[in-house]
């Protein structure tokens, strides 16, 4: 499975974007999805995730309320919808899939459970 990130730009605080993970060379339908991100001189951090159905999502508290992971499993597609956008959301984001869709959020804060990357899409967000 390859995965491509893409819908990253330069937005103003306040703004919205949204993020797509396109998955090819197999399918993530029954798959696990996550999105993390890293900005300069941090580390990567989790930030949303969904099981296969979509039944179930987690988000990082900095980002609850304001960010919405979703997925589409006939176009083998996943997406975050970023509202309300922050300076500190400025970073590069990346997609990730696990093979085994959990219920449990503990498995999806973890990217060493996470199977596949993206390549990650950049998020500039200026105050």
């Known amino acids: 499975v390859q995965l491509q990130a893409s819908g990253g730009g330069l937005v103003q605080a306040g703004d919205s974007l949204r993020l797509s993970c396109a998955a090819s060379k197999g399918t993530v339908s029954n798959y696990g999805m996550g999105w993390f991100r890293q900005a300069p001189g941090k580390e990567r951090e989790f930030v949303a995730a969904?099981?296969?159905?979509?039944?179930?999502?987690w988000y990082a508290d900095s980002v609850k309320g304001r960010f919405t992971i979703s997925r589409d499993n006939v176009k083998n597609t996943a997406a975050l919808q970023m509202n309300s956008l922050k300076p500190e959301d400025t970073a590069l984001y990346y997609c990730?899939?696990?093979?085994?869709?959990?219920?449990?959020?503990?498995?999806?804060?973890?990217?060493?459970?996470?199977?596949?990357w993206g390549q990650g899409t950049q998020v500039t967000v200026s105050s």
């Open positions: 969904i099981n296969w159905s979509g039944s179930r999502t």
């Open positions: 990730a899939a696990m093979t085994t869709s959990y219920n449990s959020g503990t498995y999806y804060y973890t990217e060493d459970n996470y199977n596949y």
